[in-house]
């Protein structure tokens, strides 16, 4: 009877543990949520303005907000915008993670004078947030002609890139270095068992590093707005910030149509993102 | 001997420091007349100018037009004018040096003169411009700067801005002839006098439960809420030329009449007129029938008509009809006139007229073009009488040239003659001025604060006067130790 009733209690208390657990999570959720959610209604907003609206929510839905997003550009030519950010978030994506895999490669595999110092200084640089070097970033830019270019940007997107190499480092840390000492038995040069045997095993990681080097650029607002001063070279970001006082809805409707893509990526590669995270969380 | 070195060095270094600080200083000295000399008259050839202009000027079509014109007038020198698409108030001084920044900018005084003593705009040679002789001397005083004796001008004016007051026509009382006309001038007590706009907004605001108002403004725009001070005595700047830094005047005179009526106007509205709420939200709200009357410039009066457009849309007119019926209904005039007083409700005694606080926009030149003569030619030409009547025309702004603004008469007319008549106090042209709005905005904030919260600290016209002589001091101590 008494083991029965612990058993009935236990079971109760797990049950309440698992309720109460599932209330906090859909409370957390729907913090997390409903800005989100607030976004995508006044994007449908009809009227367009923040201030017509019925409380919280707009009055009337309509798509006019995303008609006038692709086919008003005179003055916001929001089609422009998009494809400079893909432009600029690809290129620093494909340029920033070749880097950053090639320099966390060095770092776990080779030993030479001063690498210890390098890893100690890169940490530390890594710990100063990047707007700190604005000023000196845009002084920089104007004497190699880089303002105005989107090249520009994607230089030093791909050139910070390497700086947080501790992740990828710590996951080429884990590969066996029995797999190079074989190859190299085999006649492989440096760059062949990198190329043949780390690359291949190290596909988590390289989703993860592109995704985070993509995602940066994409929705980076101050170096592009520093950079960028010609209307028709401005990224999404710099150019929703430009729009009028009484264009909310557009506004709303151009942040829905940015988050789209990233959405979608991680959704496709969200398996690869978490091998690759956890994968270069600990040394084994 | 190692002393003697040591003595001999330093002293070589101070000389040469010495040497170098008064050549550079009178270098500085010669370097006005040098750089107006770099408009010799000779028109550089095959080159490009890039334009800066405002962003109504490119959506109403007009900078397309003025390029195009202007392209076609000096095909045969090489000379092409373009957009230089960049953001409106783009800083000169952060892209100019380095060669990004526009050949020739559009802004207003304020933003333009602030260029000057880093030299990043050039002194123009005024007088050989057709527009000199027709355009307000008044208005040209907004770009002068004086220095060792000799005055420059370093913008031409374009359009004279001023604070209007913007209402709803049907909105008016049906009996308004009646009951809100004491003088029978055809013109309604509400937009002809404040103490009558006061009392309408009260009736309003008590028979909708506070859910619709009358006036409504951010009263902590300090660009809007000074001309209560400066009607009543009170001034920025003094000297001369209203650029005397040393001289700060809010709380001078009889200005804290002003502080009074902002309190009163407080009382009308609601808590949202202590921060920029209103000055967002009035496009539309005017639109929905919420307020009655705003102040603002008249280079968002497109704005007002679309969002009114748009309402009389969703009632069920079509869009023609709601587009005539929006420019019908909404109408722009001067700021209605103050008592005498200083008391709202004081509806039977004399009146002043209200001088508001404005700005000249207009054309400069980057000191850092590479083609100052075709960029003069440009403002030349942009500031020619069928260029400026056809920006009046398009953009709905007020000329600064007379023969235009009596051409279009009306506001425009009513504009320049405020200006000329000193009922539009100028911005002043200094940089200093930066560190006059946040001590100014957070007190009118608080005069509106403490009326819809009932905190009570501004109720005698001494406590007025103390918080003025505080604004006053603040400006002085952030103007003196920056300076510093």
């Known amino acids: ?69 692709f086919t008003d550009t005179v003055m916001y030519n929001y089609q422009r915008w998009f494809l400079n950010t893909l432009f600029i978030a690809s290129c620093s994506c494909i340029l920033g993670t070749l880097l950053t895999i090639l320099t966390a490669y060095c770092m776990s595999r080779f030993r030479f004078k001063s690498r210890k110092a390098m890893m100690k200084t890169t940490l530390v640089l890594g710990m100063f947030p990047s707007f700190m070097g604005t000023i000196a970033v845009y002084l920089i830019m104007t004497q190699f002609h880089l303002v105005n270019q989107m090249w520009g940007l994607i230089l030093i997107y791909s050139a910070q890139a390497p700086m947080g190499y501790m992740v990828q480092k710590g996951f080429f840390d884990t590969i066996p270095y029995s797999i190079d000492e074989a190859a190299r038995i085999d006649g492989a040069s440096n760059f062949e068992i990198f190329r043949k045997f780390i690359l291949p095993m190290s596909k988590p990681m390289l989703v993860y590093t592109a995704l985070t080097s993509f995602t940066w650029p994409w929705s980076d607002f101050i170096l592009p707005k520093m950079l960028l001063q010609d209307k028709n070279l401005y990224t999404v970001a710099v150019g929703l910030m430009s729009l009028g006082e009484t264009e909310f809805a557009r506004f709303a409707a151009g942040s829905i149509i940015i988050a789209i893509p990233i959405i979608i990526l991680y959704f496709c590669l969200v398996k690869y993102m978490i091998n690759g995270m956890s994968a270069g969380a600990v040394k084994e | 001997m190692k002393k003697n070195l040591v003595a001999l060095i330093t002293h070589f270094c101070v000389i040469s420091g010495l040497l170098i600080s008064f050549g550079a200083l009178s270098l500085v000295d010669l370097s006005s007349n040098e750089e107006q000399s770099k408009f010799t008259g000779e028109l550089e050839k095959n080159v490009t100018i890039r334009v800066l202009e405002n962003d109504t000027a490119k959506e109403t079509g007009y900078l397309k037009e003025l390029l195009d ?90 359009n004279i801005q001023q604070p209007l007051l913007f209402y709803r026509k049907d909105l008016l009382p049906s009996d308004w002839k009646e009951k809100w006309d004491k003088d029978n001038n055809d013109v309604p007590d509400m937009v002809e006098y404040w103490s009558s706009l006061y009392s309408y907004s009260k009736e309003i605001v008590d028979n909708s439960s506070r859910q619709k108002f009358g006036y409504m403004k951010s009263l902590n725009d300090g660009y809007f809420a000074s001309g209560y001070f400066f009607s009543y005595g009170g001034y920025v700047f003094g000297g001369e030329d209203e650029n005397d830094v040393y001289d700060i005047g809010f709380s001078k005179n009889d200005s804290y009449l002003g502080g009074r009526i902002i309190r009163q106007l407080a009382s009308v509205m609601n808590l949202e007129c202590t921060e920029d709420t209103i000055t967002r939200n009035s496009y539309s709200r005017l639109a929905q029938g919420t307020y009655f009357a705003t102040m603002t410039t008249p280079d968002v009066y497109s704005l007002f008509i679309k969002e009114l457009t748009n309402q009389y849309i969703k009632e069920g007119l079509s869009k023609e009809e709601a587009s005539n019926k929006a420019k019908e209904n ?110 100014l905005q957070t007190f009118c904030a608080q005069l509106a604060d403490d009326v819809l919260n009932n905190k009570g600290k501004f109720e005698t016209d001494e406590s007025i006067k103390d918080g003025l002589k505080n604004v006053d001091q603040q400006i002085y101590d952030a103007i003196h130790t920056l300076n510093s």
Not at chain 2, 372 to 379: Q, T, Y
């Open chain 2, 330 to 439: 909404l109408i722009v005039k001067d700021v209605p006139l103050l008592p005498k007083s200083g008391d709202l409700l004081d509806q039977e005694g004399p009146t002043i007229k209200m001088k508001v606080m404005g700005g000249v926009n207009g054309y400069a030149i980057s000191s850092y073009t590479k083609a100052p003569n075709a960029s003069l030619e440009f403002v030349k030409f942009a500031t020619s009488y069928s260029m400026i009547k056809k920006r009046a025309q398009m953009l709905s702004i007020s000329p600064s040239r007379e023969d235009v603004s009596k051409e279009e008469g009306g506001l425009n007319d009513m504009i320049y003659e405020n200006l000329n008549n000193g009922d539009i106090y100028v911005m002043p042209s200094v940089r200093e001025l930066a560190q006059v709005w946040t001590p």
């Open chain 1, 1 to 69: 009877m008494s083991k029965d009733k612990k058993r009935i209690k236990r079971r109760c208390k797990k049950t309440l543990d698992v309720i109460i657990t599932y209330c906090i999570l859909i409370i957390v959720a729907f913090i997390f949520f409903f800005p989100c959610l607030w976004l995508i209604l006044a994007s449908f907003s009809k009227s367009g303005s923040i201030y017509s609206f019925d409380g919280f929510f707009p009055k009337e839905y309509g798509l006019d907000a995303f008609i006038t997003l």
């Open chain 2, 69 to 158: 014109a202007f392209n076609e007038a000096y095909k045969d020198y090489g000379i092409e004018a373009k957009d230089a698409n960049m953001d409106q108030y783009t800083d000169l001084e952060t892209g100019g040096p380095y060669g990004y920044g526009p050949d020739v900018l559009y802004q207003a005084n304020d933003a333009i003169m602030k260029y000057v003593s880093g030299r990043h705009i050039l002194p123009l040679p005024i007088e050989e411009l057709e527009c000199y002789e027709h355009t307000s001397s008044k208005a040209f005083d907004a770009y002068k700067y004086k220095m060792n004796d000799q005055t420059y001008y370093f913008g031409v004016p374009v």
